[in-house]
């Protein structure tokens, strides 16, 4: 979804710009659920250089979709891909009937999934699959088909994160699980930026853990001013160290859509100059985004989207052969590429907001299916005073059910992972 924006000064001496002084005066901006803000600034452009008179903030605010809560006969619907974007023709589209085979102990006769791109969809209880209006929408989960994602509690997730290292570089999207990731190990969230360099947390799982991240790529340089992601992932080791050479050091490397197979073989090499080759490195794949006309940013059309997802499956393989984890953020974010919140390439899938009160049931709900059942989604759990204390501590949370889920799944293949060792010395 987008809105087209055109403002027009009252007063002849100035003039209305975008976003800042010498932004457009016309343009289309996505618009991403929650609350979005597009600044409107009158500006006298008499002088040399333009002098900022007032600022307009337009907040738009967009609703999820509706639906009925869930009631006691529904039947469970699932999907791959929207129908409005059919990324896989071969595949159908929409809601269809999930048949839910009948639990055989805690796992529903499923085994732990082997790797995180583990083939799924996004399941929903409905009173029927063929309208969409009558499904609880607050109860989607995303599924593996054959196996289930283990989810670990706070004092399992601390006892994995003890003695680590985990060096994140990627973009805003790879941020974002960092923070997921610094907010669960900690039990809070006290501080947060959007770093766009390099920064390093020694405060972490009281003290025993530390995370560092760089942002990858440095877009708004001159293509001759920009780190290369060989000198990025380089200097984000030297500040990392020291280093041990094990799984205790994880490396997490992706972004939304800039990621390619040649990456892979930089890391290889990397590695192996800094004798890190035995350290666990998780690839999280690309994502959606990009694909709405707005001003500014680029756009990609429906064959771009569909060769990205080709692009995908190809970094998954690749990766795989390096002995790499992957996490397939494109598969998860697929099916709901409209739920982006706000940001200009309609990409992100997670923001970092002030921590209120009614967030706390959310905080600890689960948007990851353990297994098939009759619920669909793992029971909420009432916030218990640990929880609320975690709460009056926690300044900021990182909001968003599809960043929750792919997040999850990273922390599950950190701290679950059976080593997945390289089929062939890679060229």
Known sequence: MTVKIRAEPINCHCQVRLDERKGPRTANYPVGLGNSRIRILVVDES????????????????????????????????????????????????????????????????????????????????????DNRTCDWREVTWQPDHCYHPLLDWPQLQACMRERKVLFIGDSTNRGMMYYLLEHVNETLGDWDKAHDTIVYHNVNKGKTLISYSYYPQFWLSKDQRPTFENALRQLIQRSRPLEDSEQTVLVVGGVQWLSTSHLQIIHQVLKREDLLNILVVIKSLGMGFHLPVDGVRSLALDGVQDLYQENEKILIAAKQYGYEVIDTFSITMGRYKEFLQGRCACHFHEVGKLTFSDAPLHRKMKLSRHSRKNVSSPSKLPGLQDFQSILNSPYHVKGPINQVYSEILLGRICTNQRRRPSAEPQ
């Open 47 to 130: 002088g040399a250089e333009p002098v900022v008179m007032t600022i307009y903030t337009l907040n738009i605010y967009r609703e999820s979709r509706p639906g009925l809560p869930m009631f006691g006969d529904y039947v469970v619907c699932g999907f791959v891909q929207d129908c409005g974007l059919i990324i896989q023709p071969s595949e159908s589209c929409g809601l269809a009937p999930v048949p839910t085979p009948q639990p055989s102990g805690e796992s529903g006769g499923r085994a732990p999934c082997l790797s995180g791109d583990a083939r799924g969809r996004w399941i929903v209880p409905c009173l029927s699959c063929s």
